[in-house]
């Protein structure tokens, strides 16, 4: 598409856009991915099921439609089927010591259609490990179930801060591998001008939702935090169209609004300001959120979300911010990470979500509250989850945690108070 082709189309969408509020403008855009995956099923074109860190320039560029299970077993989870759905896995012999969301994919296979949410059934899988290694097997598995292609891309944990031209070099021979087996399979062309444009939108995506999410900075954040986890399911699923570009952009400019107006998202008074370490416990997000709203604690700073704004120039750096996700860096990068989100967002304390699903993410968990704690001087708490089985969490040990957490930072601001 050339440059002025481009500026017509995104005219086209700011006319088409104009009157709908931002986050709606969001979430018609994550609907629409399942309506357009579902019309090609319906077309007899092939669909994947994608994992949500797999170059999805590639796949933008291949105009391969695709669905996420990661999102999709959230959505289910929110919706109140998590349980119900990992039973089914877990009868079919699945451990339920294994991902949620994995088994929640898992039991859709057999469960095709269910009141929760309905996408259609994979013609191949693409699976990326930069966020989980448990992603390998799970996609194997249903590969092997359903006897369809299995596309891998492996990126390496690395052991240094940033990724080096030998990671680089790796992740371009597999880019390569993924492309000729996804040209066979739907029959298409690799178009490398496409490509460039598709990256280009893809950072503009990143770019705006990053600026959007960065508006917490202020005091009081012009957005309620749990807000952002309902937004970043267009970051996951449709970084390379210019719809999200558009949204992300336009909810920046929301936020920068409310900030010279000095209006908030937060209901109530924001009183205290925190990091919410790891992944939402969706079945419970109702009263994970209330729980923090009545007390005035806002969600300010969250690497989860953060995690899915790449941003990059070109294709070399493209391959490295795929190396960047937050269980694919070493642990002195990740701390950093929550050292710069307290620093700039002006916290009072961080509330650690120990999710029995992401072992991978949770296993470091203990040590990075320590060494937060000890390098911030802030107070943090802990209590136990998961980001799609709601057996795995108490109301009651949740409760308490928080308001234990609250007293500590109620403390710390009187103190400050009165050494003022």
């Keep these: 598409m050339s440059k002025e082709s481009l500026k017509e189309r995104e005219a086209q969408i700011r006319e088409q856009y104009k009157?709908?509020?931002p986050a709606k403008m969001i979430a018609m855009i994550a609907g629409n991915g399942y309506k357009e995956a579902a019309e090609a099923k319906a077309a007899g074109e092939p669909v994947g099921w994608c994992a949500s860190n797999f170059p999805q320039e590639i796949l933008e560029t291949l105009d391969i439609k695709v669905v996420y299970p990661e999102n999709h077993a959230a959505a289910v989870a929110a919706k109140g089927g998590g349980e119900r759905m990992c039973n089914v896995a877990e009868d079919e012999g699945y451990s339920n010591d294994i991902c949620a969301y994995a088994r929640i994919s898992m039991a859709y296979t057999e469960e095709t259609d269910i009141p929760e949410l309905n996408m259609p059934q994979p013609d191949f899988v693409a699976?990326?490990?930069n966020i989980?290694?448990?992603?390998?097997?799970?996609?194997?598995?249903?590969?092997?179930?359903?006897?369809i292609p299995f596309i891998m891309i492996d990126v390496p944990y690395n052991n240094e801060y940033e990724a080096g031209e030998d990671r680089v070099a790796y992740l371009k021979g597999q880019f390569d591998v993924a492309?000729?087996?996804?040209?066979?399979?739907?029959?298409?062309?690799?178009?490398?001008?496409?490509?460039?444009e598709v990256m280009e939108i893809s950072d503009r995506t990143g770019r705006g939702w990053l600026?959007?999410?960065?508006?917490?900075?202020?005091?009081?954040?012009?957005?309620?935090?749990?807000?952002?986890?309902?937004?970043?399911?267009?970051?996951?699923?449709?970084?390379?169209?210019?719809?999200?570009?558009?949204?992300?952009?336009?909810?920046?400019?929301?936020?920068?609004?409310?900030?010279?107006?000095?209006?908030?998202?937060?209901?109530?008074?924001e009183k205290y300001r925190i990091i919410f370490e790891g992944i939402a416990c969706w079945p419970h997000l109702r009263h994970t959120y209330k729980g923090l709203q009545g007390a005035g604690v806002n969600v300010v700073g969250t690497v989860y979300a953060d995690a899915?704004?790449?941003?990059?120039?070109?294709?070399?750096?493209?391959?490295?911010?795929?190396?960047?996700?937050?269980?694919?860096?070493s642990y002195e990068r990740a701390l950093d990470m929550?050292?710069?989100?307290?620093?700039?967002?002006?916290?009072?304390?961080?509330?650690?979500?120990?999710?029995?699903?992401?072992k991978q993410w949770s296993a470091i968990s203990y040590q990075m509250e320590r060494d937060f704690r000890e390098k911030t001087g802030l107070p943090t708490a802990t209590f136990d989850g998961d980001q799609a089985d709601p057996r795995n969490f108490s109301e009651?040990?949740?409760?308490?945690?928080?308001?234990?957490?609250?007293?500590?930072m109620e403390a710390n601001k009187q103190k400050k108070s009165k050494e003022a």
């Design 396 to 408: 009651a040990q949740y409760d308490t945690r928080v308001q234990g957490l609250i007293e500590v």
């Design 179 to 196: 492309i000729k087996q996804l040209e066979e399979i739907s029959g298409r062309k690799w178009d490398q001008e496409k490509f460039e």
């Design 132 to 147: 989980c290694n448990c992603m390998i097997k799970w996609y194997e598995n249903l590969a092997r179930d359903l006897d």
């Design 308 to 329: 899915f704004g790449y941003v990059y120039d070109n294709t070399r750096e493209l391959m490295q911010a795929y190396c960047g996700t937050p269980n694919a860096i």
């Design 127 to 129: 699976c990326c490990n």
């Design 19 to 21: 009157d709908v509020p």
């Design 211 to 269: 600026d959007a999410t960065a508006y917490s900075k202020y005091t009081p954040s012009p957005f309620n935090g749990f807000d952002i986890f309902n937004h970043m399911a267009v970051a996951v699923c449709a970084r390379g169209k210019l719809e999200s570009a558009i949204a992300f952009e336009r909810l920046a400019e929301e936020f920068d609004q409310k900030v010279k107006d000095g209006v908030s998202g937060f209901k109530g008074e």
């Design 338 to 358: 929550r050292l710069k989100l307290a620093e700039q967002n002006n916290v009072d304390g961080m509330l650690v979500h120990i999710n029995r699903s992401c």
